[in-house]
């Protein structure tokens, strides 16, 4: 089925962040700060390695920028938060304090964003290969854990919106999937892993880098890499 390793991804993301919600109830708070920086600096490292892949700087540097621009205007990350803050609304006030809105922004930027999301939905529609979308299940598994042991539930209604994500793409793959050559999905890899790096920022230093709305800048190598 052509969806099977989009719904795996969706079950690893549900029963992780389930897991992490049980584990909760038994970690202190600072126990649970200290595993959010360190899941922080391991977000850090994915997005520094994959930001390596890139093979032309000037596409990096034009993609950010003007993806930056066109997600401003459409205002994003203002959705997204949006979104978030109706899904916490629909949900029992937590008892430690912790937003919804925040975990299900930031488990959604990390699990739609990156190579293995776009890479993997495009194997998993163009030739049924559903080994690269099945190996991330197992990351995004064990990342909900430790992200819903300390930013709650948010983190499970995340996987929804990843399920429509990739779905997405693994319906249209064979309508995108001649013009996504090594180049373009390098650069591709490059600007979604910056993005990555600033999601590790803000669960760091609790920042406020407004990820999403840079969002259209992964698309964008696609049309540079054939003008340049």
Known sequence: MILTGVIINLAAIVLGSAAGLLLKKGIPDSMGESVM???????????????????????AI????VGT????ALALQQRLEQLGNWIQSKCRPSASGVSVAEGFVNASLLFCIGAMAIVGSLQSGLSLD?????AKSLIDGISAIVLSSSLGIGVMFSGILCF???GLITVCARFVGPYLTTSVINEMTCVGSLLIIAVGINMMFKSK????????????????????
Do not use: F
């Open 62 to 65: 034009i993609s950010m920028a």
């Open 37 to 59: 920086k360190a899941m922080a600096l391991c977000v850090l490292y994915i997005g520094i390695s994959g930001s390596l892949d890139g093979e032309n700087i000037l596409i």
């Open 209 to 228: 880098i407004r990820v999403m709305n840079s969002i259209p800048a992964v698309i964008l190598p696609v049309l540079l890499c054939r003008i340049m």
């Open 164 to 166: 429509l994500y990739e």
């Open 130 to 134: 559903h080994g690269t979308l099945i």
């Open 69 to 72: 621009i066109i997600g401003e």
